[in-house]
């Protein structure tokens, strides 16, 4: 049905697209014809959740460019796995930035409230110069309810097309 309101040329684009996706990985079987009007609705469902960084000041904030997702991506994951992370271990962490972007990034988020200097959850030997740094708790609830959002949505969609 898709198909049919295509014209030919992107009938034939669309079908070279199709052919080169992972559609094997999915948790459940589509066909290569009903796949463009399922993602459709796919798409539509995640809408919902992307729109959610629009009401949050900080996934707003982290979101608003690549640069700062990458940075709280890491910080995120130092703090969730109890680990420390400080500037310099961002920077050498994300070697296509340079430090003083990484610098700004973080003086930024911390001027903001978005990320806090705090020890690591689990306790490790290192240098007492080293301010460490976390997400506060506003973002992290903000983050995990926003990936809940969005497995909550790829679930409801992958039961309606089991």
Partial sequence: ????????ES????????????????????GVNDF????IDMMQ???ESFKYQDVKPGMSWCLSTIKKFKVFLLIFEANEAGSEIYKESLSN?????????IA???DEGLEKGFFIKLAPRIKEKHDLKIRNIRPSEDITVEFINWNIDIVSSLEYFAKQYK
């Fill in 1 to 8: 049905m898709y198909l049919k309101t295509l014209n030919i």
């Fill in 104 to 106: 700004q990034i973080v």
């Fill in 45 to 47: 469902g995640l809408r």
């Fill in 11 to 30: 009938q034939n684009r669309e079908k070279r697209i199709v052919k080169r996706l992972n559609l094997q990985k999915l948790p459940f079987k589509i």
């Fill in 36 to 39: 463009c009007s399922m993602y």
């Fill in 93 to 101: 962490k994300l070697p296509e930035y340079s430090y003083k972007t």
